[in-house]
């Protein structure tokens, strides 16, 4: 019983201490981000600012356009996400409640998606794009990466655990499939369904590669994008400005983050829904 004890403290304590090591950057981003520069580079080591300089702030918007920058990301991001649960979400009830022919070879192609990195297709990617004209716009962002291979495959997993009595149930009162997907299969399947948002909306409000290739004037132009030229202005090399502009463009998905954890967690505990 007591080296059960002993356990359970060495867990917790490794436990916190990987919690500190991993929040303990932030707190310092944080912290820097609200000193003057002449305090920055002091020896005295504190996370705690003398003066807490919120002008910070106000002067990286001065230099750079943070609030477009962040617009766009925005708009990127939904636009990239709201289409693909419009596809995603039909596309894995077909595979998971469905018999056609093909099934097995087309849900591979889907599964075979997820293992091509994005550097292998981004040359017909950009060359499809300049081709239709979207180079320098959120179309042209947002078009490529509609298309979601691992949605289809997470959605797939949790809609085949739903029971088939309740869809028998669904077809006797006379709901077809679009009607069993809106009343049964999305309220069942929210926590997998948040989950795999939090997934697209965290892989396109970092992303860099792909805005830094088809983008070339502010008006369209990605918080990614924004801090990188932001680095290479030479208000990049002061580094408390340097800190709000990152602190700017990472709080919002650290707060989504937050706001969404519990059904984050809950889509990892859930096993199975039992009928």
């Known amino acids: 019983m007591e080296e059960k004890k002993y356990e359970v403290v060495i867990k917790i304590f490794l436990l ?15 912290s820097t981000a609200l000193k003057s520069p002449s305090e920055v580079f002091t020896q005295t080591l504190s996370l705690i600012p003398e003066k807490f300089m919120w002008t910070n702030f106000v002067d990286i918007m ?51 998606q997820i293992m091509l990195p994005l550097e292998s297709i981004i040359i017909p990617n950009y060359l499809i794009t300049k081709k239709l004209g979207l180079l320098n716009t959120r179309t042209g962002l947002i078009l490529p990466f509609v298309a979601s291979g691992f949605g289809t495959f997470m959605l797939r997993q949790t809609f085949k655990q739903i029971p088939q009595s309740l869809e028998d149930a669904a077809l006797i009162d006379g709901a077809g499939h679009l009607r069993f997907i809106w009343h049964v299969i999305i309220p069942l399947s929210r926590p997998t369904i948040v989950t795999f948002s939090m997934i697209s909306i965290a892989t396109h409000w970092n992303d860099y590669f792909w805005p830094l290739i ?29 800190m709000a502009a990152t602190l ?28």
């Open 248 to 275: 700017f463009v990472c709080a919002p998905i650290i707060v989504f983050f937050l706001a969404t954890q519990r059904t984050f967690i809950k889509s990892f505990l859930t096993s199975g829904i039992k009928g």
């Open 62 to 112: 001065d230099q750079a356009p943070f609030w477009l920058y962040m617009l766009n990301t925005v708009i990127v991001c939904l636009g990239i996400l709201i289409i693909q649960l419009f596809l995603v979400i039909p596309a894995a009830y077909a595979f998971a409640r469905l018999d056609f022919p093909g099934k097995d070879i087309m849900f591979l192609l889907f599964v075979i």
């Open 16 to 30: 916190q201490l990987g919690a500190i090591v991993m929040i303990l950057p932030f707190i310092w981003l944080i």
């Open 214 to 242: 088809i983008t070339d004037v502010d008006r369209v132009r990605t918080l990614t994008i924004g801090l990188g030229m932001f680095v290479q202005q030479e208000s990049g090399s002061d580094w408390s400005l340097l």
